[in-house]
Nanobody
């Protein structure tokens, strides 16, 4: 699976951008997908993930209630709708895929990342 993230950029605090991650490869619809982020000087952290069908999702406490992960298996794309952005959401956002469809699998495929910068 190859992953291409897009949709980042400079956003004002309170903004609502949507990130997209387009996947190539025939195993996308059977893979759980996740979003992670890495801020300058910090370790990469989990943001959200979604199982193969879209029926199960998980969120980091820091984004719960503000971000929504979804997927369209017909388009081989996973999305991250981000609402009520805060300056502390500034980071490079990465999408990732597992080999399994559930949320407990290891993320072994990674996209190149898209920068999100939130101005106050």
């Amino acid at each position: 699976v190859q992953l291409q993230a897009s949709g980042g950029g400079l956003v004002q605090a309170g903004g609502s951008p949507r990130l997209s991650c387009a996947a190539s490869g025939r195993s996308f619809s059977s893979s759980a997908m996740g979003w992670f982020r890495q801020a300058p000087g910090k370790e990469r952290e989990f943001v959200a993930d979604i199982n193969w069908s879209g029926g199960s999702t998980e969120y980091a406490d820091s984004v719960k209630g503000r971000f929504t992960i979804s997927r369209d298996n017909a388009k081989n794309t996973v999305y991250l709708q981000m609402n009520s952005l805060k300056p502390e959401d500034t980071a490079v956002y990465y999408c990732a895929a597992t080999r399994t469809g559930n949320l407990s699998g290891a993320y072994i495929y990674w996209g190149q990342g898209t920068q999100v910068t939130v101005s106050s």
